[in-house]
């Protein structure tokens, strides 16, 4: 018995993950298509760029690399979210409030569960953003329908008993023996499938002319994976293979322009899912075969966490590109985009740096062997720089042994782990058939990130602690191999 496999959270995470992945491949076939051409991507990246590649994740994360898409209605369903998801080592970080992120709105407010240490990071990323319904938004909802949303939502059940009970174990335990791990896979990865039950179809209709994704959640009585998103190295080669393919972007790569400086952040981009067959029960009460688009392909390409002054200079530009833009071509919105970058950002990574606007860790290496120039990811800082000379600073001769060659300060960027309000807005927005409706004239409902932390009944991380506290990990490491005090 003792002897039995035993699954810990991260081999649970990257298994359910994999799990899905399967799972929507069978669900949605250009999802296969998109994986295709991303590993053609990354793997043309690799061999383009060489170890340079790999500096914001190793090639082997980058491949694995997922994030899905869920919604939920209710404060008791997240709250049962986040206990399947702590049984995989990942925690909510952030709050999203997606009903004015942009012109475009939902009634949703969001999380993401993720991994949050450094080396969970590192052994799977799998990330999952997490929206909620809110009902109560009286700009989007009457009370007539808050109280019906609240009648139906309440007598649905998501997430079955027995794997509630294995998900608590999990996270009591550590993690499962082979069988139970096996068992609450295939329970979480059930819970997430495409249900074929009929829906109502007057009750989602109503919803619909709300908001589309008022509908796809409050509108029947189970969730599903709305899309799961591979990371490509190079999101506008991406863009134009699947092109190529014939398959219809949305017209917009969403985040920063392409540009000659360092990636931040994340950009993403999505192709609408074909019309998947779905039965209604009619008010007559017949059934009857329709269709619905409500899933979609998505891909992503991650850059540089920004600190707190990067990411308000981040918003600044946006906010002016939103501006300036409007109603332009998408060439013409890249063209100012880049002229907004290059005013708002430094064209190198040493500068992004020393003005404090992205997160960097520094590691301590030796001249020779170990972590050396043809060390493995994550080592070639200051390539693909400007000759990376802050990054090979050698730090004088303190606390270096006598007879041993000083050892050089390599600076690694941290990965942005996280999503964008405005990209994730957006991407809502651009793969609905319906505008939606929403009276701005209305109060909406007080939600903030205490407010989604008692509803998930743990605590939220902020993102911004969370890359700051990697940042101060690695120069304690690195003064206490220098004998020094941190700064
Ligand atoms: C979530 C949309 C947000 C992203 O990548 O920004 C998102 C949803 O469609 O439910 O996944
Ligand atoms: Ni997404």
Redesign the pocket.
Same mark, same amino acid.
């Given at each position: 018995m003792s002897q039995e496999k035993f699954l810990e959270p991260w081999q649970l995470r990257a298994a359910f993950a994999r799990s899905l992945s399967d799972m929507y491949g069978k669900e949605v076939p250009a999802y296969t298509t998109l994986l295709e051409v991303s590993h053609e991507v990354n793997a043309d990246f690799v061999a383009t760029h060489g170890a340079d590649a790999e500096r914001l994740g190793s090639i082997d994360r980058v491949t694995a690399e997922r #994030?899905g898409?869920?919604?939920v209605g209710t404060p008791v369903e997240i709250a049962q979210v986040a206990r399947i998801f702590g049984a995989m080592g990942m925690h909510p970080v952030g709050f999203y409030d997606l009903r004015d992120a942009s012109s475009s709105s939902v009634p949703?407010i969001?999380t993401a569960f993720r991994p949050v240490d450094r080396d969970e990071l590192a052994r799977n990323p799998f990330r999952v +953003?997490t929206?909620m319904l809110v009902p109560g938004d009286r700009r989007f909802f009457t009370r007539d329908q808050e109280r019906r949303l609240d009648e139906f939502l309440g007598a649905r059940r998501l997430f079955g008993p027995e794997l509630l009970r294995l998900a608590d174990r999990a996270e009591a335990e550590g993690g499962l023996p082979a069988v139970e791990a096996a068992e609450f896979l295939r329970l979480a990865t059930q819970a997430f499938e495409l249900s074929r039950e009929p829906v109502d179809q007057a009750w989602y209709r109503e919803l619909e002319a709300v908001s589309a994704?008022a509908a796809d959640i409050g509108g029947i009585t189970s969730t599903h994976i $709305? #899309?799961l998103?591979p990371r490509v190295l190079d999101i506008d080669d991406l863009y134009a293979r699947m092109t190529a393919r014939g398959i219809t972007m949305i017209p917009a790569i969403q985040g920063p322009p392409r540009w000659e400086g360092p990636d931040v952040l994340l950009r993403?981009t999505s192709f609408r899912a074909l019309a998947e067959p779905r039965t209604f029960r009619t008010p007559d009460g017949q059934v009857v075969e329709d269709s619905l688009r409500v899933r979609f392909g %998505?891909v %992503?390409a991650r850059g540089i966490a920004l600190t707190r002054a990067g990411r308000a200079a981040y918003d600044t530009a946006v906010a002016e590109l939103d501006e300036r833009a409007a109603g332009t071509t998408e060439a013409e919105r890249q063209r100012i985009g880049r002229e907004i970058w290059h005013r708002t950002f430094p064209v190198t990574e040493t500068a992004l740096a020393d003005q404090g606007l992205g997160y960097f860790t520094y590691e301590l290496t030796s001249d020779d062997g170990g972590r050396g120039d043809d060390g493995g990811p994550g080592v070639g800082a200051g390539r693909g720089d400007d000759g990376g000379s802050a990054s090979h600073d050698r730090p004088g001769d303190a606390g270096a042994p006598a007879g041993a060659r000083a050892p050089r300060v390599i600076r690694t960027p941290v990965v942005y782990e996280d +999503?964008?309000p405005r990209?994730?807005a957006g991407? +809502?927005q651009s $793969?609905l058939t319906e505008e939606g409706a929403k009276d701005a004239g209305q109060t909406g409902a007080e939600r903030d990130d205490d407010w989604m932390a008692g509803a998930l009944g743990r605590d939220l991380n902020d993102p911004f602690e969370l890359y700051a506290r990697q940042v101060q990990r690695s120069l304690q490491a690195a003064a206490t191999t220098l004998g020094v005090a941190p700064e």
């Open positions: #994030h898409a869920i919604r949703v969001s +953003f929206s994704v $709305n #899309h998103t993403q %998505e %992503e +999503f964008l990209s994730a991407i +809502f $793969n």
